[in-house]
């Protein structure tokens, strides 16, 4: 397991549990060719899709993204190999009864005109026979989760509501009977950023708590990149030129074409992929309200170190004063409570960032979920983190391709 699977892992931990309800998605050797068609669409194709994850699909146009994803519930029939959910070939299910188990969005929502958007959500579940006031529940339950008011939107018509909305309610539906899998083909392609952005948002916290196994194809490495517990960036023929964390993707490219594909800005891409609770925090020196000043001094100086980071007696940060202004002192007294600005343990490497930029000392105050204090973290904590990473990245990748010519 790479470093960064583990910090994703802890960061879970720490945030609330992680629920896996999905199911493992297996491709082995899959080939699809269209009639007519000199080259596969897709050829010979392996994937593992492990439970749980959300797996970006990624790749220029035509390279058979769209393709691939159909096969999953079939939609389209391979030409040859084998997929299984769950290990169960799917070949061996009734193709209808199959696609109830899965959820399906795509762009715009699809939605049915002539059903209003209760009915809509409701298409499956009734497939599945559910009775009328469980599936009453589960459409109130899912606007909520998709931030529609249930009241207000229940018994519209899709032409009633506007894109981004109608593109929810595609989610809703797709999640309606609480499928272990769900596909989505560039399901928030067609709105506008800010919408896309809450709704790419709204995914993340249905995924948190639902913990559903998503393939999704997008065109836009950023969503990829955000979405993403791992990103397959194709090429034409469905080819795999990188399946891997999006950590390791920015940290390490597998080769030009993923390079040219992820674009500029790697680096700073991959501050909003890393948290402050990853970083090594600098053990700064501390002293509480009425302890020796020059004591505090003398025991910054020895660390090299130009402040004293006060707390109070529950051992939350409160100041962060200069020595200098400390010199004249006997005891650590804070009149003037200053607004210190500190950081949360949870928080991305780009707030870190923009914290110490903001700040006189060069640093920021780390403090966790209860505001007591951590460490401090400097522009060396977070240039060594991203060093480390990307060496991690560096060796994964070497260990790989050397097992690959093996
Ligand atoms: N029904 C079809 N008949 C013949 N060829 C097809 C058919 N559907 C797709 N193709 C071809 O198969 C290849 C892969 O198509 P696919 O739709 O999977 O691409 P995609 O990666 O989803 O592209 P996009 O990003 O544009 O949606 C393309 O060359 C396309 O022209
Ligand atoms: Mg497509």
């Known amino acids: 397991m790479s470093e960064s699977t583990q910090h994703h892992q802890q960061a879970d931990e720490k945030g609330s549990a992680r629920t896996v309800s999905g199911a493992e998605i297996q491709l082995k050797d899959v080939v699809k060719r269209y009639p007519g068609q000199k080259n596969a669409a ?56 199959l696609r109830r188990t899965i959820g399906y969005v795509i762009q715009g929502g699809s939605l049915f005109p002539h059903l209003t958007v209760a009915d809509n959500i409701a298409v499956v579940p009734k497939l599945l026979k559910w009775d ?55 399901p928030f392609g067609a709105v506008d950023p800010i919408t896309r952005q809450r709704l790419q948002d709204e995914m993340l916290g249905i995924q948190r708590e639902l913990g559903k196994t998503i393939v999704c194809v997008t065109h836009d490495i950023d969503e990829a990149i955000k979405l993403g517990d791992r990103i ?14 999006p950590e390791n993707v920015l940290a390490a490219p597998a080769n ?46 020895a660390a090299g170190q130009e402040c004293v980071v006060v707390l109070d007696d529950r051992g939350r940060p409160i100041a962060w004063p200069w020595n200098r202004n400390l010199r004249r002192a006997s005891t650590i007294d804070v009149k003037r409570r200053e607004e210190l600005v500190t950081l949360d343990e949870r928080a991305t490497l780009n707030d870190a960032l923009d914290t110490m930029l903001s700040s006189s000392h060069a640093g920021a105050i780390v403090t966790d979920a209860r505001d007591k204090y951590l460490g401090v973290v400097d522009f060396e904590s977070v240039t060594a983190h991203i060093r480390t990473q990307e060496a991690a990245a560096q060796e994964a990748q070497e260990a790989r391709s050397e097992e690959a010519a093996s």
């Open 42 to 97: 897709v050829n010979d194709l392996s994937i593992t899709v492990p439970a749980g994850e959300v797996v970006m699909f990624i790749g220029p146009s035509g390279c058979g993204k769209t393709t691939s994803l159909k096969m999953i519930n079939r939609l389209i029939e391979p030409t040859s190999g084998t997929i299984t959910i769950d290990g169960d070939d799917i070949r061996g299910r009734d193709a209808d009864e």
């Open 132 to 186: 009328k006031k469980r599936i009453a529940e589960r459409t109130e339950e899912l606007l909520d989760l998709v931030g529609l008011e249930a009241g207000r939107y229940r018994d519209r018509y899709p032409r009633e509501l506007s894109g981004g909305q109608q593109q929810r309610v595609g989610v809703a539906r797709g999640l309606a009977a609480d499928p272990p899998v769900v596909l989505m083909d560039e």
């Open 232 to 245: 397959l960036i194709f090429s034409e023929g469905a080819k795999i030129e990188q399946y891997d964390t």
């Open 256 to 301: 030009d074409f993923v390079a040219d594909f992820v674009g500029a800005g790697s680096t700073l891409k991959q501050l909003s992929l890393s948290r402050v609770n990853e970083l090594n925090f600098v053990d700064w020196t501390t002293a509480r309200i009425g302890d020796d000043a020059q004591d505090a001094v003398r025991r910054a100086e």
